[in-house]
C-alpha cells in the first residue's frame, strides 16, 4: 500500500513542482525528533503560485502563509517566509518554508509560560504537604528546660514537705494535752492559714511544673503544619491545555510532587503574629521566580532528563515515552558498502562512560538536606576486567543527571529528643486529665512520623516530594532516590549499550517508513534477525529506499564491568 503525501497551502492541496525531491529525514540523535522536510525550500507553479500572489496582495510579505504536509497521519506543520529571498518569477515562485508546529515549536513556547502566569488563567489545583520545623538546637533547648524542671520539681517537692509539716502543726495546734490542757483558737487559726498558703504555694508550683512541660512540648514538638504543593502531572497538564495542546505520558507519576521555596507574607495577620511559634512563610503551591522550574519548559526539560524519554508533538498531542525497543517494523538490510559487497562498521564508543553520577541539590538553608547526603547521589564507575597495560586503558566519559530539586527528607522515627518528651508528655496528659482538662502530647509526637521535616520554615532550594495523601511513604527513596532514578534510565552499562554503527541504503517502502515514523525508530532486521536502532534516516517521498544510520549491539565491551561507588 502506499501512503500518500500531501502539501497544502492555506488547507488547499496543491503540488510543489520539486514534488518528486522532496523526502523526509529524521535525527534520532537529537533530543527532541520528528519527521522534518529534507529541502528548505519549494516551488510552486500555477495554482499554488497564485496563492502566495494573492496573500501578497492582501496581507504583505510580513505575515506567513500556513503550510501543511500529510503523510500517514502525521502532519508536519510549516508556514512560507516571504521575507527570507523569495524568487518571483513569470511562470514560477521559489519560497523557503519553516518550521509552524514541532517539538522545538513547542518548547520555545513552554519555555516562555511561567506558572505565575498560567495561574492567573487556568487555576492551578494544590495539594497540603505536612511539615515539622527540627531545629539543630533542640539538645540546647532541651537541656535549659530540663534544669527549669528541675528547679521547679525539687521547689514542688519542697513545698509538699511543708505541706505536711502545716498539716502536722494544726492537728497539733487543735489536740489538747497534759501540758495545754485547753485549745488556744489563736494557735488554730495560724496553723490553719499557714496550711493553706504552704497548699497554694504547692499548687501553683505544680501548675508551673506542669506549664514549663507543655512549653517544652510546644517548642520542641511544634504543631504539624501545611504547605502548599503541586503535582508534576497537574502543572504540565494545565501548562500543555494553555498553550493548545493535550499530554500523553505512561512515565509521570500521578504523586510525585514539587514543593516550591516559601515566600515571606508582607501583610501577616494579627493572628499569626500573635499564633506562639507560628511563622509568615508560605508557599503559592505552584513554581515562582525563586524556585528552579519557573516555566513549563523548565519542568519538561527536568521530566525529560529525569526519565531519560523522548519528547514528541505529533498534532496536537505532546507526548513523553522511554525509547520503545519494540520493532516497528521489519527491513530487509543490505551490505553498506555495495561496490565491493561488504560490510563496514564504527563503535558508539563516544556514547560509552567512565563515570555516571546521578544528583540531586542540596540545601544548605536546611540541614535535613545535607544529612541525606547519600540518598541524594548515586555514583557508578565503568572498570575493565583483565588488564595487561593499565597505562593504556582509555575508558571516559561522563554522565551526569542533574536533578533541579533537593529531597523533601522524611521524618521517619522520632528523634533522641523526641523519644526522652514522650515522658513528659504522658505526664503532661495525665495531669490535665486528672484537672477534667484534655491534653494529646503522646499521640501529637507520634503524628510527626512520616511528614517532611526542614530545618526552618525557609529554605532555598525547590524540593521533590513522593506525596501518598499529605504524607510521603517509608520507601518514597525506592521511588525517587538517586538509584531509583539510575535504574530507570535503560541499558546504563557500557558493556549492555554498546554498538556497532553502520550507514546502509535499503529497500523501503511507504508504509515502512510510516510504521517507523508512529511506532519508533527499532527495526529489525529480516536477514539476520537483529534488532536495528535507526539513528539517522532519510527517505525520499514515495521512493523505494532509504538511506539509513543505524546501530545494532555489539560485544567489544565485553571485558569491562560497572561498579557501584555509592548510592
Known amino acids: 500500500m502506499i501512503l500518500e503525501t500531501k502539501h497544502y497551502i492555506n488547507g488547499i492541496e496543491i503540488r510543489p513542482l520539486n514534488f518528486d525531491e522532496i523526502g523526509f529525514k529524521i535525527d534520532y540523535s537529537q533530543d527532541y525528533n520528528l519527521p522534518e522536510i529534507n529541502t528548505d525550500s519549494v516551488i510552486l507553479v500555477n495554482e499554488a503560485k497564485q496563492l502566495v500572489i494573492d496573500h501578497i496582495n492582501t496581507l504583505g510579505v510580513f505575515e506567513g502563509i500556513p503550510y501543511n504536509i500529510t503523510f500517514g497521519g502525521v502532519t508536519l506543520n510549516y508556514y512560507i517566509d516571504l521575507t527570507d529571498n523569495p524568487l518571483m518569477g513569470d511562470s514560477q515562485i521559489e519560497v523557503k518554508i519553516k518550521r509552524r508546529k514541532s517539538v522545538l515549536n513547542f518548547m520555545d513556547k513552554a519555555n516562555g509560560l511561567s506558572f505565575e502566569l498560567l495561574n492567573k488563567t487556568h487555576p492551578i489545583t494544590t495539594i497540603d504537604a505536612d511539615y515539622i520545623i527540627v531545629q539543630d538546637n533542640q539538645g540546647v533547648i532541651l537541656t535549659m528546660l530540663l534544669i527549669n524542671t528541675f528547679t521547679l520539681a525539687k521547689e514542688s517537692a519542697e513545698s509538699i514537705v511543708s505541706v505536711a509539716e502545716s498539716a502536722a502543726d494544726l492537728i497539733k495546734a487543735g489536740t489538747p494535752n497534759a501540758g495545754f490542757p485547753s485549745i488556744d483558737l489563736g494557735d488554730i487559726i495560724a496553723a490553719v492559714i499557714l496550711f493553706v498558703a504552704r497548699v497554694v504555694y504547692a499548687a501553683f508550683i505544680l501548675i508551673q511544673i506542669l506549664e514549663m512541660i507543655k512549653q517544652m512540648l510546644d517548642i520542641l514538638v511544634p504543631t504539624i503544619r501545611q504547605f502548599k504543593a503541586s503535582t508534576v502531572l497537574e502543572l504540565i497538564n494545565k501548562g500543555c491545555t494553555k498553550l493548545g495542546y493535550t499530554f500523553q505520558s505512561s512515565l509521570v507519576n500521578s504523586k510525585l510532587a514539587i514543593l516550591p521555596v516559601p515566600l515571606a507574607n508582607n501583610k501577616p495577620s494579627v493572628f499569626e503574629y500573635l499564633s506562639s511559634g507560628d511563622s509568615t512563610f508560605y508557599t503559592k503551591g505552584y513554581p515562582t521566580a525563586l524556585d528552579s522550574t519557573p516555566t513549563l519548559g523548565n519542568l519538561m526539560d527536568f521530566v525529560k532528563n529525569y526519565y531519560n524519554a523522548d519528547l514528541s508533538v505529533i498534532g496536537s498531542v505532546v507526548k513523553l515515552e522511554q525509547h520503545t525497543q519494540t520493532p516497528s517494523t521489519i527491513i530487509n538490510n543490505t551490505l553498506n558498502i555495495q561496490s565491493t559487497r561488504e560490510d563496514s562498521y564504527s563503535f558508539n564508543s ?4 567512565k563515570r555516571y553520577l546521578v544528583k540531586y541539590r542540596f540545601d544548605v538553608s536546611d540541614l535535613h538536606s545535607l544529612n541525606n547526603y547519600q540518598k541524594g547521589q548515586a555514583e557508578y564507575s565503568t572498570e575493565p576486567i583483565n588488564v595487561v597495560n593499565a597505562d593504556l586503558i582509555n575508558i571516559k566519559g561522563l554522565v551526569s543527571v542533574d536533578i533541579p530539586f533537593a529531597l ?3 521524618k521517619n522515627a522520632l528523634n533522641y529528643v523526641e523519644s526522652k518528651l514522650l515522658n ?3 505526664y503532661a496528659d495525665t495531669i490535665v486529665s486528672l484537672f ?3 491534653s494529646n502530647y ?12 526542614v530545618s526552618q520554615q525557609q529554605f532555598s532550594q ?4 513522593y506525596l501518598q495523601g499529605s504524607k510521603q511513604p517509608i520507601n518514597y527513596l525506592d521511588i525517587i532516590g538517586a538509584k531509583a532514578v539510575y535504574n530507570n534510565h535503560i541499558s546504563n552499562e557500557v558493556k549492555e549499550n554498546f554498538k556497532r554503527i553502520y550507514t546502509s541504503s535499503i529497500p523501503l517502502s511507504s508504509h515502512q517508513f ?6 519508533g525508530n527499532t527495526v ?3 536477514l539476520t534477525d537483529e534488532i536495528l536502532e535507526i539513528i539517522t534516516i532519510e527517505w525520499v517521498n514515495e521512493g523505494v529506499k532509504a538511506t539509513i544510520n543505524y546501530s545494532v549491539k555489539g560485544n567489544e565491551a565485553f571485558n569491562t564491568k560497572t561498579i557501584t561507588v555509592y548510592e
Open 462 to 465: 525547590s524540593k521533590l516530594l
Open 436 to 438: 477534667g482538662g484534655n
Open 524 to 526: 529489525k532486521d529480516s
Open 408 to 410: 523533601g527528607v522524611r
Open 350 to 353: 563516544a556514547e560509552s562512560w
Open 442 to 453: 503522646v499521640s501529637k509526637i507520634n503524628a510527626r512520623k512520616g511528614v517532611i521535616q
Open 514 to 519: 510510516n510504521e517507523i515514523i508512529n511506532g
Open 424 to 426: 513528659f508528655a504522658q
